[in-house]
């Protein structure tokens, strides 16, 4: 990706335009289980990572374990509206997409296997 491309989306991302996240893991707390996440912050994980499954979605936490739990509200920190991929905060460093820790990839996709990040490309 040339810089200028980088540096424009960059600015979008900064101008709040959402652009899309689409998270498969649909167990997650965060998941509206139709692939939205309304987590307000998403972190991946995966500083050495050289493919797709050295990432992961940190901010991952399993829906199952606060069923009927009274306690879900503290660990879910939501925001109204879907994150994109602006919410997102990468240490995925050598992802192509990587721009110190911002994602400027045009989507991103979460799988629902493991939670890691099928966008990554090196
Ligand atoms: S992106 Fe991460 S926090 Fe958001 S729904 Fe998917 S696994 Fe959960
Ligand atoms: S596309 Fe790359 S920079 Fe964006 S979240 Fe995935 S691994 Fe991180």
Same mark, same amino acid.
């Given at each position: 990706? #040339?810089?200028?491309?980088?540096?424009?989306?960059?600015?979008?991302?900064?101008?709040?335009?959402?652009?899309?996240?689409?998270?498969? &893991?649909? =167990?997650?707390?965060?998941?509206?289980?139709?692939? +939205?996440? !309304? %987590?307000? +912050?998403?972190?991946?994980?995966?500083?050495? %990572?050289?493919?797709? $499954?050295? #990432?992961?979605?940190? $901010?991952?936490?399993?829906?199952?374990? /606060? *069923?009927? $739990?009274? /306690?879900? =509200?503290? !660990?879910?920190?939501?925001?109204?509206?879907? $994150?994109?991929? *602006?919410?997102?905060?990468?240490?995925?460093? @050598?992802? &192509? !997409? @990587? =721009?110190? &820790? %911002?994602?400027?990839?045009?989507?991103?996709?979460?799988?629902?296997?493991?939670?890691?990040?099928? #966008? /990554?490309?090196?």
């Amino acid at each position: 990706m #040339t810089s200028k491309i980088a540096k424009l989306l960059n600015k979008i991302i900064k101008g709040g335009i959402p652009i899309m996240l689409k998270c498969q &893991r649909t =167990d997650c707390l965060h998941n509206d289980k139709e692939g +939205k996440c !309304f %987590a307000k +912050k998403i972190a991946i994980d995966g500083r050495t %990572a050289q493919t797709t $499954s050295g #990432t992961s979605c940190s $901010s991952y936490i399993p829906a199952h374990d /606060f *069923q009927n $739990s009274e /306690f879900a =509200d503290d !660990f879910m920190d939501i925001d109204e509206v879907p $994150s994109g991929v *602006q919410n997102i905060d990468c240490a995925a460093k @050598n992802c &192509r !997409f @990587n =721009d110190n &820790r %911002a994602c400027i990839a045009a989507d991103v996709k979460i799988n629902s296997e493991d939670a890691s990040c099928e #966008t /990554f490309q090196k």
